[in-house]
């Protein structure tokens, strides 16, 4: 019985390297801000044009703590999940929580042409990937169990590391 989380930043490659990671672990697997969306019926973008960032954290909050009472899922969480020290705290206590640390240009290259992502909706988004990056990391290297160093690498070898990181944790 196990929860993976995942954390880190918008375009590190949660839902990718998620949804493989539970499809060769037979888990099920759910983006927590596709859940979100689904629940709503309404894209984040638009959450966040109605109710702010403070009333999708508040959604996104409710979501966490109802997912990480679940076992045999892979949780990607948006990345900006770990704001919020309530949810830092159920996702320690909760789960095994995999840190996918990926450096700010290869962020920007992944991000740059998506339109879905409100926080770079702003005059200079590589900045905004490079404050939000060096406001957040710290906050994500506080709660990971497991820190894996990516960017370059395909999902297959990130989830090979991260299998290998969890095997050596559970010891």
Partial sequence: MVLVILIGMMGAGKTTVGREYARRHHMRF???????????????????????????????TQLVDELTRESDLVLATGGGVVLNSDNRAMMSERGIVVYLNVPTPVLWERTRHDRNRPLLQVPNPRERIENLYRERDPLYRSVADIIVDGGRGNPGGMV??????IENFKK
């Fill in 30 to 60: 759910i983006d927590c801000d596709h859940e979100i969306e689904a629940r709503t019926g309404v894209k984040v973008s638009t959450i966040f044009e109605i109710e702010g960032e403070e009333g999708f954290r508040r959604r996104e």
């Fill in 160 to 165: 090979r590391v991260i299998e290998k990181a």
